[in-house]
T-cell receptor, first 116, second 115 residues
Framework: NAGVTQTPKFQVLKTGQSMTLQCAQDMNHEYMSWYRQDPGMGLRLIHYSVGAGITDQGEVPNGYNVSRSTTEDFPLRLLSAAPSQTSVYFC???????????????FGQGTRLTVV | AQSVTQLDSQVPVFEEAPVELRCNYSSSVSVYLFWYVQYPNQGLQLLLKYLSGSTLVESINGFEAEFNKSQTSFHLRKPSVHISDTAEYFCAVSDWSGGYQKVTFGTGTKLQVIP
């Protein structure tokens, strides 16, 4: 059971380049999300999905796109990279039981992105 | 919207001394509370959680947290820390909004255990 897998672990981009951060989970979780982690700011939610075909914006969505064609995969696309997007990105998944108790989120190992 | 406050960005403590990491959240009808730990260059891992029932919850490695509804707090404590506890700790609040679970994280507290 791999849990949440993120690729790549490290990436350097030039300003203006585009790329996709991959995230896959094998726990059949409905809820998946992307966060960015910056020093002193904790984790900020970029986008999230409550199931295949359903996505919504989080706190800091500008410059990022997502899609959810399958339960397992939730890629994050940077459309035109900017230095302000230099950060560590985490993907997370959890079981979303409407009206039921919240369960913990399972996190990937992170992608460290540098935009020069 | 929920908010989570971790006032201490860094907490240095000597090995075998007690520690408390503070967490306060904005009030809501019902919330679920979590503490996550992040070791260097790793993702976050669940440390402990409060969903309902006993207000005191414990982890397998000696940490405990107490849910205090009147003070809207969920402070994390350990009576005697070890070098291996050096990590960053995040408090998180989860509630239901629009039919979906929303999780809000605090800004994190770096625990540095000094030998």
């Amino acid at each position: 059971n791999a849990g949440v897998t993120q690729t790549p672990k490290f990436q350097v981009l030039k300003t203006g380049q585009s790329m996709t951060l991959q995230c896959a989970q094998d726990m059949n979780h409905e809820y998946m999300s992307w966060y960015r982690q910056d020093p002193g700011m904790g984790l900020r939610l970029i986008h999230y999905s409550v199931g295949a075909g359903i996505t919504d914006q989080g706190e800091v969505p500008n410059g990022y796109n997502v899609s959810r064609s399958t339960t397992e995969d939730f890629p994050l696309r940077l459309l035109s990279a900017a230095p302000s997007q230099t950060s560590v990105y985490f993907c997370a998944s959890s079981y979303n039981a409407p009206g039921g108790p919240s369960t913990e989120a399972f996190f990937g190992q992170g992608t460290r992105l540098t935009v020069v | 919207a929920q908010s989570v406050t971790q006032l201490d960005s860094q907490v240095p403590v000597f090995e075998e001394a007690p520690v408390e990491l503070r967490c306060n959240y904005s009030s809501s009808v019902s919330v679920y509370l979590f503490w996550y730990v992040q070791y260097p260059n790793q993702g976050l891992q669940l440390l402990l959680k409060y969903l309902s029932g006993s207000t005191l919850v414990e982890s397998i490695n000696g940490f405990e947290a107490e849910f205090n509804k009147s003070q809207t707090s969920f402070h994390l404590r350990k009576p005697s820390v070890h070098i291996s506890d050096t990590a960053e700790y995040f408090c998180a609040v989860s509630d239901w909004s629009g039919g979906y679970q929303k999780v809000t994280f605090g800004t994190g507290t770096k625990l540095q255990v000094i030998p």
